[in-house]
C-alpha cells in the first residue's frame, strides 16, 4: 500500500515536472523565432553578405 502511494506521488511530480519542462522550451523557441525572422535576410543564401548580390557600377546605357 505504501509503495503504491509513493509511485503515484513521484509520477504526478514527474508529469508536472516534465509539462513545465516542454512548456519552457516551446516559449522559449517562439522568443527565439522572433527574434531570428528580424534578423534574417532571406536573399542571403550563402551567408556572404550583400557583396555578390548589388553591383559596385552602374549600368551602361546602350540605347544613347
Not at 6 to 34: D, E, S, T, W
Not at 46 to 55: H, L
Request: hydrophobic content about 40%; aromatic content about 10%; overall charge positive.
Amino acid at each position: 500500500m505504501n509503495n503504491k502511494i509513493m509511485f503515484v506521488i513521484g509520477c504526478v511530480i514527474f508529469v508536472v515536472y516534465v509539462y513545465f519542462l516542454l512548456k519552457i522550451i516551446r516559449k522559449q523557441h517562439k522568443i527565439q523565432r522572433k527574434e531570428n525572422m528580424s534578423s534574417y535576410d532571406s536573399n542571403d543564401l550563402d551567408g556572404m553578405g550583400n557583396q555578390g548580390r548589388f553591383p559596385d557600377k552602374k549600368p551602361k546605357n546602350r540605347a544613347v
